[in-house]
């Protein structure tokens, strides 16, 4: 059964700091892994869209890594602000023609001043 | 550019009734995909409509049905309406250049509460 499990639940962090959020996979075939995210009552945002061969890829100050052969991907978040307290959500989408993508339940970020 | 638009934005029906959300996308975009997120199961995948024509679909039952018209707008439909399908429903447009690195334009969703 494909599934994507992220890490952790929640974080807490104070505003400047970094972070890093992380997703594991098993989802097989694998066609492309997206990091979005999700404010509170609206509908999701796109941040990064990763294909098989693409192992980093940025998106101002965040920052997606993926390693195929371990199915791990993490998204980095450098000098966070307010704003980014949210719900970011790991998604995975099965390749072999089908596209079905697999949901993370997601990391709820709340960002302190 | 207006985003992807979704109606109504709030819902509330009782258990037995049936219920349509619609989708309209952003002009041009071909490809419409609809999810269910609940607190409990997260983001899921409903079904995925493209030049009105049903590509895709979750692992839901069939009281969940959908179409897509021919300006791209959707519709999708719950019938005989259960507690647990209260939900937000989200529905996303793509141009559907890449499928696999095309990116996907979520609406705010619609709230749907059952009674």
């Known amino acids: 059964k494909n599934q994507v499990e992220q890490s952790p639940q929640s974080l807490i962090i104070l505003e400047g700091k970094n972070c890093t959020l992380q997703?594991?996979?098993?989802?097989?075939?694998?066609?492309?892994l997206r990091w979005y995210k999700q404010d509170t009552g609206r509908g999701p945002v796109s941040l990064t869209i990763?294909?098989?061969?693409?192992n980093t890829k940025s998106n101002g100050r965040y920052t997606a890594t993926l390693d195929a052969d371990t199915k791990q991907s993490s998204l980095h978040i450098t000098a966070s602000q307010l704003s980014d307290s949210a719900s970011y959500i790991c998604v995975v989408s099965a390749g072999g023609g089908s596209y079905i993508p697999t949901f993370g339940r997601g990391t709820s970020l709340i960002v302190h001043p | 550019k207006a985003g992807v638009t979704q109606t109504p934005r709030y819902l509330i029906k009782t258990r037995g009734q049936q219920v349509t959300l619609s989708c309209s996308p952003i002009?041009?975009?071909?490809?419409v995909s609809w999810y269910q997120q609940t607190p409990g199961q997260g983001l899921q995948f409903l079904f995925e409509?493209?030049?009105?024509?049903?590509?895709n679909k979750g692992n839901f039952p069939g009281r969940f049905s959908g179409r897509q018209f021919s300006n791209s707008r959707s519709e999708m439909n719950v019938s005989t309406l259960e507690l647990g399908d209260s939900a937000l429903y989200l529905c996303?447009?793509?141009?559907?250049?890449?499928?696999?690195?095309?990116?996907?334009?979520f609406g705010p969703g619609t709230r749907l509460l059952v009674l």
């Open positions: 990763m294909t098989f061969s693409e």
């Open positions: 997703c594991n996979y098993t989802v097989s075939p694998f066609s492309n």
């Open positions: 002009s041009g975009h071909r490809s």
């Open positions: 996303a447009s793509s141009g559907n250049v890449d499928r696999v690195v095309e990116t996907q334009y």
């Open positions: 409509y493209f030049s009105e024509t049903q590509r």
